[in-house]
Every structure is written in structure tokens, then in C-alpha cells.
């Protein structure tokens, strides 16, 4: 499976995609009665991108990428309804482990991206 980056495709083989629904809130309070009442100001998608392995020449642009920029970065991923869904927000955790070093330099692996959403969802 590819990801599109910012309009640009990405051939990394997603290992597993783990989301997070946020949700941001104008107010919450508790009345006397026990009850509590709020109003939901946004909610937002976040998640989790575990990048299996592929070429360094794709993990070299890729990381490319995300060490540049410091604008919000539009994704897109699958979605079971609509085929792809595009999400807006920024990476704020890279890690990334060397699995291997030969004459032909270091492979990099298990690349994982974690992202926040920015963009409320719906917008």
C-alpha cells in the first residue's frame, strides 16, 4: 500500500495504521444534579503510521520531506467507505531503527510516524 503525502505518492509498504479520534470541547461542567454537560468545539483525527521496509531511495525522499517541512502535511489513506480519506495535521514523532549495515550503507526500518490531526474533521 502506497500514502500520499501532500499530493505526492509514497511506495513504503504500510505495516499497520493505528487512529485516534480527539475531541476538543468549548466547555464541560458538572451540574449539582450529578450530570455533565458539554459542547463539542472539534473533533480530530490522529494516528499512527508503521512503515514496513522499503528502498532507501523512497525512505531518503520520504524523510526528506518531513525534515523540511514545518507546515501541516495533508494525508490520505484508505478508508473502508469512501476508498481514501484525506487528513490534515502535522507529524511531531518520527522514530525510525537500523536493521542492518553493509557495502551498500545502512537500511533503516520499522519507520513510524506519529501524526496529530489539525484540521477538524469534517471541514
Known sequence: ????????????????????????????????????????????????????????AEYDRLMSLLRSTTDDIAVELPSSHTGTETYVGAFDNVSDEIITEDEDGVLWDNLTLSFTGTEPLGV
Not at 505518492?9 to 444534579?33: I, Q
Open 1 to 56: 500500500m502506497n500514502i500520499k503525502l501532500n499530493g505526492t505518492v509514497y511506495a513504503v509498504g504500510v505495516a499497520s495504521v493505528s487512529r485516534t479520534l480527539r475531541r476538543t470541547e468549548k466547555y464541560r461542567v458538572t451540574t449539582e444534579d450529578g450530570r455533565t454537560h458539554r459542547e463539542v468545539q472539534a473533533t480530530y483525527m490522529d494516528f499512527a503510521l508503521n512503515l514496513g521496509s522499503f528502498g532507501s
